[in-house]
């Protein structure tokens, strides 16, 4: 490494592996010592690095994490044993071998495995895995995720608490297990993924580094030969296409650009490339992974060069498939959209007369938002106008409000 | 040329709650400064201190241990540079990186004696 220069995002990638690393070390039940020293590491290099950055960053900022741990332990009275133990004889001389690179990945992983245990809340691991994981302080995984601070703090805490009573293990599980817990690592991975790419009014800063984290975690798993398979790979592949058309989806102001409205010349082709790539690896793998479908799509709309040049047809064919599997109601809502572009409004209010419309929830207005499409589609503008307006009084977004009205102005 | 101090006077960072991305980011703006400064050749000596302090008071020599000022009032560390004046100091002392965590530079001339 060229001396005096550290990568982006060093410290907070690098929490995540110092904490690891002393979490298999020294227990979950002392993620408390163990996040105090590594935040002391990171202070005692904001001053000594000032002048000079070492050779290896990564390398002193890991020992001197240790070594600030093994401090606090012997601080403290009650675990004074314990250090003697890290300190010396033959369980020293194993702990030094949990320093090398492959074995730090190692740690990683059990933790995000250890994080997604299922007795937990989703939304706990969701802000338990971007502390621990990928070293983002509370007041940064509140303005991430929209949440007060107080709420992030108490979500970490209880899951914390919850793996520490529980003495939940630091592994990966072995055999039907194992497929059942990438499962849900992935899953977080995915909600980690949509939290920095569907929702609104964030920053593109906020947007790409959850986005990216997203895209660290899943890579490090499919790092692990053991670990692959056709879900893996499927997720990976998904992530990448949706990634490549982050820059084209938000303006300036983080507001969401309409798939119909994006430049498509600003799509990241490397990304568009690897995101193909691993979908074909994909398909090497027996087992289906619920997110083929999606990844399906995403390909379909990144095949088309433009919004006119869609192929329609094949995507709603994807959605009729994916139903069959996983039915949801959204993909209801999605297979009437689609029936609208393609100028057949009798499916399309087929499609919607057969929709619950309790099971949207929240998302309730998109209905009427879709119904006011199909009504505009058949130029009944003063039907379609009541219906928008429903839609943006159920709506509960500032930013899905402006869009629904700007549309409403546009009848 | 003249001698000069600029002291450092504000909360330490551990009070700050800052997070590794943003000590990453003030690291790389007192890298850069030090290193804007190390170019110009203008810096004598520097330094940066610990919070912890001891003062020794009186015909007793009486120790005592801090704290003796408020937290933001700490001197947290210094340089010596050469500059021509006052003013260049102000100029130079721009680029220090603490001021958004409210923390100031203190500037003094060293004294030369003939």
């Not at chain 1, 001197?64 to 606090?72: E, M, N, V, Y």
């Not at chain 1, 498939?321 to 393609?342: G, R, T, W």
Request: glycine share 4%; charged share 25%; hydrophobic share 40%.
């Amino acid at each position: 490494m060229e001396p005096g220069h550290i990568s982006d995002h060093l410290f907070r990638h690098q929490y995540g592996k110092m904490v690891s690393t002393l979490t298999r070390i020294f227990g979950f039940e002392h993620h408390q010592i163990i996040e105090d020293a590594v935040q002391d590491t990171f202070l005692l290099a904001l001053k000594k690095w000032r002048t000079a950055i070492p050779d290896h960053p990564e390398a002193w900022l890991m020992h001197a994490a240790k070594q600030r741990s093994i401090d606090l332990f012997r601080h403290n009275k009650a675990l004074t044993k314990r250090e003697e133990q890290f300190t010396h004889g033959s369980m020293s001389l194993a702990i030094d071998q949990l320093f090398l690179d492959h074995e730090v990945e190692d740690s990683q992983l059990r933790l995000i495995y250890a994080i997604c245990h299922p007795a937990l809340k989703a939304q706990d691991q969701l802000s338990l895995a971007l502390k621990m994981m990928s070293g983002f302080s509370n007041k940064e995984i509140a303005k991430a995720l929209m949440l007060k601070e107080e709420t992030v703090k108490k979500r970490i805490t209880r899951a914390k608490k919850f793996i520490v009573d529980q003495a939940i293990r630091l592994e990966i599980p072995l055999g039907e297990a194992l497929l059942d817990r990438t499962q849900r690592v992935l899953e977080v991975i995915y909600l980690l993924f949509n939290e920095g790419f569907h929702s609104s009014g964030k920053t593109s800063l906020i947007r790409e580094e959850l986005c990216g984290e997203a895209l660290r975690l899943c890579k490090m798993i499919l790092k692990k030969e053991y670990l692959r398979n056709a879900n893996v790979y499927c997720l990976f592949g998904l992530l990448c296409l949706h990634a490549a058309r982050l820059e084209g989806k938000v303006d300036q102001d983080g507001q969401l650009i309409p798939l119909k409205e994006q430049d498509r010349r600003v799509w990241h082709k490397p990304l568009l490339q690897l995101g193909l790539d691993s979908l074909a690896k994909s398909a090497q793998y027996e087992d289906h992974s619920p997110f083929a479908f999606e990844a399906a799509i995403a390909l379909e709309h990144t095949k088309a060069k433009s919004f006119e040049e869609t192929d329609w047809k094949t995507i709603l064919n994807i959605y009729q498939q994916s139903h069959k599997e996983y039915p949801n109601e959204m993909n209801v809502l999605s297979q009437a959209v689609i029936h609208i572009q393609l100028g057949s409004f009798a499916e399309a209010e087929k499609t919607l007369s057969t929709l619950n419309q309790a099971a949207l929830g929240s998302n309730i207005y998109l209905f009427h938002a879709v119904k006011a499409e199909l009504l505009m589609g058949r130029k009944k503008i003063d039907e379609a106008r009541v219906s928008l307006e429903t839609a943006i009084s159920l709506c509960s977004s500032d930013a899905e409000i402006r869009h629904l009205r700007n549309k409403l102005e546009s009848y | 040329m003249k001698k000069f101090m600029m002291l450092f006077v504000g909360e330490d960072y551990p009070e700050l709650g800052l997070s590794p991305e943003q000590i990453q980011e003030r690291m790389g703006k007192w890298f850069a400064w030090n290193t804007k400064m190390r170019e110009q050749g203008i810096i004598a000596t520097g330094e940066a201190l610990t919070y912890k302090i001891k003062r020794v008071v009186g015909p007793d020599r009486v120790v005592s241990d801090g704290p003796f000022v408020e937290p933001k009032e700490v001197v947290g560390g210094f340089y010596v540079i050469q500059a021509e004046s006052f003013e260049h100091v102000v100029e130079i002392a721009q680029d220090y990186p603490d001021y958004d965590l409210g923390n100031s530079v203190e500037i003094r001339e060293v004294m030369v004696f003939e």
